[in-house]
């Protein structure tokens, strides 16, 4: 599907989903600035927007088309025989946390921005993408001036939906805390590791993000204005809040883990003390009852003795209890 907005220098929209052989006049145009988005959209749909419209290197169409190993930023320069403007190829990640299924959920983002034009490339619809088009439509805070504008502002919006993630994340977290002290079993274990996982998962992909937006603060592309960079400052300071946030909750994950092995070897270590202590106290009977169960009856005149098989009860009687007041009294009981 292709979504087109075009706006003028002041913010205003000059029209919207217009026919595609219009955009190259429009792009001619310096009082205008066009914002294409393309969700989902097919192989014939790309091709003609991002090959025949745009001209972008082949490059950057590869690597938006494929799903990418991680966030990057890359700036694009014509040459000699090259057709299209300069521009800013991004790729960003988006991030949900589903409590139902306890995993990260991550939709790539491909940005093409450039002095009057900004491509947005998605396979599934982006929570950030539409705020920013509803709130560029209103005019709300004029930022659909600039392509550099509205980029920052779906950072913004992008960076901004970690914190609910990581709500759910944390309220799952707490209630981990509470589970591991009174269930011990295997599907306590398993759950804290795939939160383990998830939170590793998600620290994988902060870290590389930060490197792009740093990119961007430090000011090292041209296509952003300079009065922009304490805004793109501001996003990657958020980010930086939310990795240092992430680690916070891997070291306590870390902590629920030692203290679940420490539970569960404390739990065996009482049911080894308790057999070790039934085999113990039983020893005595074990000892007489294996004395008297040998087969030398001519040899052992207590078997033709009245009381002895009362004898032979009370030795055991007798030699059980000191040995249970024997540890007893060294508290091993």
Wanted: proline share 5%; net charge negative.
């Amino acid at each position: 599907m292709i979504r087109s907005l075009v706006f003028t220098t002041q913010g205003r929209l000059h029209s919207r989903d217009i026919e595609v052989f219009l955009m190259p006049t429009l792009l001619a145009d310096t009082n205008l600035f066009l914002w294409v988005d393309l969700e989902n959209p097919t192989p014939e749909e790309t091709k003609c927007i991002l090959e025949d419209v745009f001209h972008f290197h082949p490059l950057s169409i590869e690597d938006c088309v494929m799903v990418s190993a991680g966030p990057k930023v890359e700036e694009y320069m014509p040459r000699e025989g090259d057709m299209f403007a300069p521009y800013l190829f991004m790729v960003i990640h988006a991030v949900d946390y589903s409590r139902k299924d306890g995993v990260f959920a991550t939709n790539e983002l491909n940005f093409f921005l450039g002095k009057n034009f900004l491509v947005t490339y998605h396979e599934h619809p982006i929570k950030g993408i539409s705020l920013t088009e509803e709130r560029a439509i209103r005019g709300t805070g004029h930022i659909a001036r600039a392509p550099d504008r509205v980029a920052y502002n779906l950072l913004d919006a992008i960076v901004d939906n970690y914190k609910p993630a990581l709500d759910e994340l944390s309220l799952e977290i707490a209630e981990l805390e509470q589970q591991v002290l009174t269930d011990s079993g295997t599907e306590v274990l398993n759950k804290i590791l795939q939160i383990k996982k998830e939170v590793l998962h998600l620290r994988r992909i902060i870290g590389p993000q930060r490197e792009v937006l740093a990119r961007f603060a430090r000011g090292e592309f041209k296509l952003i204005r300079p009065h922009l960079l304490p805004y793109y400052r501001d996003v990657y300071d958020h980010l930086f809040q939310i990795s240092e946030l992430a680690q916070s909750y891997a070291d306590s994950l870390t902590g629920i883990l030692q203290v679940y092995l420490n539970m569960s070897s404390n739990r065996t270590a009482e049911i080894v003390k308790v057999l070790t202590l039934f085999i113990v106290i039983t020893t005595p009977v074990l000892v007489v009852g294996s004395w008297y169960g040998m087969n030398f009856v001519e040899q052992m005149p207590e078997l033709h003795w009245k009381y002895g098989y009362v004898w032979a009860i009370g030795l055991t009687v007798v030699s059980t209890a000191a040995l249970c007041f024997w540890l007893r009294k060294r508290k091993w009981l």
